[in-house]
T-cell receptor, first 118, second 107 residues
């Protein structure tokens, strides 16, 4: 009964490189959320996706950040040309299809991917 | 996070009660949640309350909801050192989280 799996757990990049963070939702979950947590700060919503569709990306920075959730495979959060300010923990969460009997609105979180930009 | 507000820090002594408060702005949420984040880990759901309820009790946890004032609170009775964590409130309408309240329990 695997939970939400995120990898890598820790990623170190130099300024200007690309970071790719992966998230496999819980089995049977079709919706994925990405959040960013800066040191000593709260959880900031970034993007909400279902398979092959971005539902809400209002929290995503306009440049350098993108997210996808393909029909097959994990959801990917991609950060191009990273800067030191991108250093943070990135959390993925998943949920079943909203409105279904098994959905109470609870989000199931992964352990996070901690990005350090040197 | 801007629509859900919490105080950032709370410190209590072991055995005392802790009360963590949250205010929200969107009254159309069906559920309101409390999540707990332990150091180095992701968030886990602690408890939730339907928006048509005023109170929910679950062992040491009591959730109070004041819909008129859009105020949610979490009371932890007999707080233990293992309760030290960050507590987030969230509303179901858009799954935005508050900034989190860091609870420190002193022996």
């Amino acid at each position: 009964n695997a939970g939400v799996m995120q990898n890598p757990r820790h990623l170190v990049r130099r300024r200007g490189q690309e970071a790719r963070l992966r998230c496999s939702p819980m089995k049977g979950h079709s919706h994925v959320y990405w959040y960013r947590q800066l040191p000593e700060e709260g959880l900031k919503f970034m993007v909400y996706l279902q398979k092959e569709n971005i539902i809400d990306e209002s929290g995503m920075p306009k440049e350098r950040f993108s997210a996808e959730f393909p029909k097959e495979g994990p959801s990917i959060l991609r950060i191009q040309q990273v800067v030191r300010g991108d250093s943070a923990a990135y959390f993925c969460a998943s949920s079943p299809e909203p409105g279904t009997a098994k959905n109470t609105g609870e989000l199931f979180f992964g352990e996070g991917s901690r990005l350090t930009v040197l | 996070g801007e629509d859900v507000e919490q105080s950032l820090f709370l410190s209590v002594r072991e055995g005392d009660s802790s009360v963590i408060n949250c205010t929200y702005t969107d009254s159309s949420s069906t559920y309101l949640y409390w999540y707990k984040q332990e150091p180095g880990a992701g968030l886990q759901l602690l408890t939730y309350i339907f928006s048509n309820m005023d109170m929910k009790q679950d062992q040491r946890l009591t959730v109070l909801l004041n819909k008129k004032d859009k105020h949610l609170s979490l009371r932890i009775a007999d707080t233990q050192t293992g309760d030290s964590a960050i507590y987030f409130c969230a509303e179901s309408i858009d799954m935005r989280f508050g900034a989190g309240t860091r609870l420190t329990v002193k022996p």
